[in-house]
């Protein structure tokens, strides 16, 4: 009976450390695929992400991504965003959450500290690994924005004015898709996550 026990810990121990390198492999080969002039993979900027950590986007190359530019201390759009942001995650097959990524990055990076975007992530139940914060200095963040087409604007020294789009870019980096405005319907967004994520290996 031991013995038979010890051999299935064996085999799944083996399975993990198998999709661990299957997983690795296939990352290696997205790395070594040329990236398109449209990826916004080409953008050399870095960011932090509400765990403290320093990432390229590049290194979300291969999934999904939905993507929407906030800021914590909003208290007017902002809230309506992330709740359009949640209800499309719900939306989603949750046998494609592995290939979706979902990103909120900051336009106040002087106010949202990775600390108070992790607070923020917890207080939104947005805190497991679909979700990403991201904050940057002003000048790339900016340079991003536009990128994203978003237009923002310092009105006090607590609020900001800012365009309502949410983006989805495919496994590539490349724009898929936009929807500009607040609770609005979301079946085309969701229509469009769905039919790039099925194309991710």
């Known amino acids: ?9 064996f085999s ?7 999709s661990k390198v299957e997983e690795a ?13 449209m990826s916004i993979y080409n953008l050399p900027e870095q960011w932090t992400t509400q765990n403290g950590n320093d990432i390229e986007l ?17 208290k007017a759009a902002c809230p309506r965003l992330v709740a359009d942001m949640r ?25 949202d500290t990775p600390e108070r975007l992790k607070a923020f ?10 979700w990403l914060f991201l904050r940057s200095n002003d000048e790339q963040t900016r340079e991003f924005s536009a990128v994203l087409a978003v237009n923002y604007k310092k009105i006090s020294p607590l609020d900001f004015s800012h365009s309502n789009i949410i983006s989805v870019f495919n496994a590539e980096g490349e724009l ?18 769905k039919e790039e ?5």
């Open 1 to 9: 009976m031991k013995k038979i026990i010890l051999l299935a810990l």
């Open 12 to 18: 799944i121990s083996l399975i993990g450390c198998q």
């Open 25 to 37: 492999a296939t990352k290696e080969e997205i790395a070594k695929k040329p990236i398109s002039e």
């Open 58 to 74: 590049k290194e979300l190359r291969g999934k999904v991504l939905v993507m929407v530019m906030i800021y914590t201390s909003c």
């Open 87 to 111: 209800n499309i995650e719900k939306k989603v097959p949750q046998d494609l959450k592995d290939k979706i990524q979902y990103i909120l990055i900051s336009i106040d990076p002087e106010t």
């Open 121 to 130: 992530a917890i207080e939104n139940q947005m805190d497991n690994n679909q």
């Open 176 to 193: 898929a898709f936009q929807q500009e405005g607040l609770g609005v319907n979301n079946d085309k967004i969701i229509s469009t996550i």
């Open 197 to 201: 994520a099925a194309k991710v290996n």
